[in-house]
């Protein structure tokens, strides 16, 4: 049973069984800043093929925090969100900030990691106050975890109860998801890759291309028959660059980004 938050008149904290704790059947876009200083967009993840789990929770709650290493066992299960992975998984904590949410990863789910993408009360919102994913989702009882497709279809409101890691896997299963090794020794080529970014997709003025840890040194915008339509080696060290696209014609380009000494493409559309 769940931890169900009540109205804040309410000082006590009770339990239900619920079949469906978010009231969404297609999401809704999580973006803002993770616990590690990382920007997130979901829609992003999801358009690039990746299958999500969000687990919504807060860190004093008691099945929160019994559930936590089940879900770390298939987070590392599922390829630990590397790149070969199908599953990406995000933790969000209502309350709270990051040094407290890092704290209750080392405590709950593993004392090394790694761990899945976190986000904190504070520093969840782009917008610096608190974040309200949450409120967004309708979710009233903690732990809640639910999976969405690339489609942007909710296809599991509420994995519950959850025992064994084991329980995830039936779960996941049941759509088609396969166990993944979590990667050794990721190379600068994957973690530059990994770290890339496109958005928005698709895109009709400007596009915007970010590195969450890699300088973008040189930045060139390739159409279908591999002619160069844009060129821009910025002067200054920059992880995020906005190009205005208005004069390129609908259809697919490639952008092809220097990130020190690393070429990473990247597919887009221009609407």
């Known amino acids: 049973m769940k931890k169900l938050l009540l109205s804040l008149s309410v000082c006590a904290l009770s339990f239900q069984f619920a079949s469906a704790q978010t009231t969404l059947t ?3 876009n999580i973006t803002g800043t993770d616990i590690d200083g990382n920007p997130y967009d979901l829609f992003t993840s999801l358009n690039a093929g990746k299958y999500v789990v ?3 929770l807060f860190t004093t709650c008691g099945p929160c925090q019994n559930c936590a290493p089940k879900l770390w066992q298939a987070f590392t299960n599922y390829g630990c969100n590397g790149p070969g992975s199908q599953i990406e998984f995000i933790s969000i904590n209502r309350d ?3 040094a407290v949410m890092h704290s209750w990863e080392a405590s709950y789910m593993n004392a090394t990691g790694p761990y899945p993408i976190g986000f904190s009360g ?3 919102s782009a917008t610096g106050r608190s974040q309200t994913f949450h409120t967004t989702y309708g979710i009233t009882a ?15 409101q509420d994995m519950w109860p959850i025992n064994t890691a084991a329980d995830f ?17 990721v190379t600068e080529t994957e973690k530059a890759e990994n770290s890339f970014s496109v958005s928005p997709v698709p895109a009709a003025n400007r596009v915007t291309f970010k590195s969450s840890v890699y300088q973008l040194n040189e930045i060139k915008i390739v159409d279908l028959m591999g002619k160069t339509v844009y ?3 910025p002067e200054s060290d920059v992880s995020s660059v906005d190009v205005d696209i208005t004069t390129l014609e609908a259809g697919v380009y490639f952008a092809e980004v220097n990130m020190n000494g690393t070429i990473v493409k990247r597919k887009f559309v221009k609407a």
């Open 26 to 28: 297609t999401a809704v």
């Open 169 to 185: 896997t039936t779960y996941f299963q049941a759509h088609g998801l396969n166990p993944t090794p979590c990667a050794v020794g």
């Open 231 to 233: 060129s821009s080696k």
């Open 122 to 124: 504070t520093q969840g």
């Open 142 to 156: 903690f732990p809640t975890m639910i999976l969405i497709a690339p489609n942007k279809t909710i296809l599991e």
């Open 96 to 98: 709270d900030n990051n």
């Open 54 to 56: 969000v687990d919504f």
